[in-house]
Antibody
Framework: EGQLVESGGGLVQPGGSLRLSCAAS????????MSWVRQAPGKGPEWVAN????????YYEDSVKGRFTISRDNARNSLYLQMNSLRAEDTAMYYC?????WGQGTLVTVSS | DIQMTQSPSTVSASVGDRVIITCRAS??????LAWYQQKPGKAPKVLIY???SLESGVPSRFSGSGYGTEFTLTISSLQPDDFATYYC??????FGGGTKVEIK
C-alpha cells in the first residue's frame, strides 16, 4: 500500500500562491497514476487533478483549471501541486492519493 | 463531467440493522466505482473498489454491487464502529455527496 506524506500547506492571502508536495514511499511511484483531492471544512471530498505515470496525461477539475498545476518527479518519488490565484473557496485539506489510498493531508487556508 | 448522486444523505439506524446506500452516475461508468468510509478528523478509507471488490482488512459485513449507473453499498449488520460518513467515487475522480450513518 505504501505511504504518502503531504506538506506545504498553510495560511495564504487571497490571490497568493502555494506549492504542495507529497513524498511517496513503499510502492512503485513511477508506475502509478497520482491524484490530488481536497475537502473543505464540513464538506465532502472533491477531486482536484490526476497525472499519469510519466506525466504525459493530466486532468483538472474545472474550478482549478488555469490556476493549479499538478506535476511529479519520479526520480524523487514526489508529487506536487502548484496553486496560484488562490481564493477563499480553495480553503481545504489537500490529500495526495494513489488510486484509492490517501495520505493524511495538508491544510490550506486562504484568508486575509 | 459525470455527476454522482448519493442517497440518502443521512440514515438513522441501530446496531444490527441492515443499511443500504445508493450511488447513481449520470453516465455509464462500468464498474469504476469505489466506496469510502470517513470518520471525523481522518482521511477517507477505501472499503470497496471496482464496485464489488472488498478491500483487504475490511469486514465482510460490507459489500458493494452494481454496474453502469446504479451502485449500492450494503452494511449487513451495523456495528458501533460503522457510524461514519460514506462516499462513492467514480474512476478516481468525481465523488458523491456523502451519506452520514448516525445512531437512531
Amino acid at each position: 500500500e505504501g505511504q504518502l506524506v503531504e506538506s506545504g500547506g498553510g495560511l495564504v492571502q487571497p490571490g497568493g500562491s502555494l506549492r504542495l508536495s507529497c513524498a511517496a514511499s513503499g510502492f512503485a511511484f513511477s508506475k502509478s497514476w497520482m491524484s490530488w483531492v481536497r475537502q473543505a471544512p464540513g464538506k465532502g471530498p472533491e477531486w482536484v487533478a490526476n497525472i499519469k505515470e510519466d506525466g504525459s496525461e493530466i486532468y483538472y477539475e474545472d474550478s482549478v483549471k488555469g490556476r493549479f498545476t499538478i506535476s511529479r518527479d519520479n526520480a524523487r518519488n514526489s508529487l506536487y501541486l502548484q496553486m496560484n490565484s488562490l481564493r477563499a473557496e480553495d480553503t481545504a485539506m489537500y490529500y495526495c492519493a494513489r488510486g484509492y489510498y490517501w495520505g493524511q493531508g495538508t491544510l490550506v487556508t486562504v484568508s486575509s | 463531467d459525470i455527476q454522482m448522486t448519493q442517497s440518502p444523505s443521512t440514515v438513522s439506524a441501530s446496531v444490527g440493522d441492515r443499511v443500504i446506500i445508493t450511488c447513481r452516475a449520470s453516465q455509464n461508468i462500468r464498474n469504476w466505482l469505489a466506496w469510502y468510509q470517513q470518520k471525523p478528523g481522518k482521511a477517507p478509507k477505501v472499503l470497496i473498489y471496482k464496485a464489488s471488490s472488498l478491500e483487504s482488512g475490511v469486514p465482510s459485513r460490507f459489500s458493494g454491487s452494481g454496474y453502469g449507473t446504479e451502485f449500492t453499498l450494503t452494511i449487513s449488520s451495523l456495528q458501533p464502529d460503522d457510524f461514519a460518513t460514506y462516499y462513492c467515487q467514480q474512476d478516481n475522480t468525481d465523488f458523491g455527496g456523502g451519506t452520514k450513518v448516525e445512531i437512531k
